[in-house]
């Protein structure tokens, strides 16, 4: 079972998204049974923030001076799930969800899923450096997009 702590610094999250930890949680409920990893205790954190701020842990820790949609920040390089085990933290900016500023707030809540389910796969040592990856993480991304829309219909 996967439990996520979700941190909030940026206030305008919850204008846009109530009951902000039982949204995430039910995505990660939503997910494909390989993704829920039962039997298990596996954990993660979400750290929901702002460009101000993650343009700072994108500067430190990537050297890009520039705001960014996520940051994924696995445990261990090469994840090995064992009957506990902590992924990383996951942190997203609520500027870059909230682009443009007029969308529809179901629009923004599908850019919050896709954006943080990519952010999850990263955890998983996913990665979309060479073209090969990049096209087995878009599929794994789709794969878990159908099943959290699905559940949420």
Known sequence: MISVEVISEEKNWSKKIK?????????CKSFPKKYQFLNK?????????NNKSIKKLNKKFRNKNKATDILSFPFERKIKIKNRSY????IMSYNFMDKPKNQKIILFKEKVIKTFIHGFLHLL?????KLRDYKKMLKEEQNIYQSVVKKFK
């Not at 009951?19 to 995505?27: A, N, T, V």
């Not at 205790?41 to 923030?49: G, M, Q, V, W």
């Not at 992924?87 to 996951?90: P, S, T, W």
Request: charged share 20%; aromatic share 22%; proline share 0%.
């Open 19 to 27: 009951k902000i930890d039982f949204f995430f949680k039910y995505i």
């Open 41 to 49: 205790k596996i954990s993660f954190t979400l750290l929901l923030s």
């Open 87 to 90: 992924l990383g933290d996951i």
């Open 125 to 129: 040592s996913f990665d979309h450096i």
